[in-house]
């Protein structure tokens, strides 16, 4: 199964949610990560996460907002 996670810094994220969710609705399997934000998760923990629910039979794709990310 694809997994998919956005992480970005700040919240972009969540903006990138709204407006995906606004196109294509909430039916979509997306986790999004918001990095270095208040009221968010500790970034490892959020990450942790993600990967736990993760199997070796799942494709991850990871969409950051910095080049290399």
């Known amino acids: ?3 998919v ?3 970005t810094h700040g919240n972009l994220a969540q903006g990138i949610q709204s407006t995906l969710e606004l196109f ?3 039916k979509q399997d997306i986790t999004y990560i918001s990095a270095y934000t208040q009221g968010q998760a500790d970034l490892d923990t959020q990450i942790d996460n993600f990967f ?3 199997t070796p039979a799942d494709e ?4 950051t907002d910095i080049y290399g990310g």
Request: glycine share 6%.
């Open 1 to 3: 199964m694809k997994k």
């Open 60 to 63: 991850v794709i990871v969409f």
């Open 52 to 54: 736990a629910r993760v």
């Open 24 to 26: 294509v609705g909430k």
């Open 5 to 7: 996670v956005i992480a």
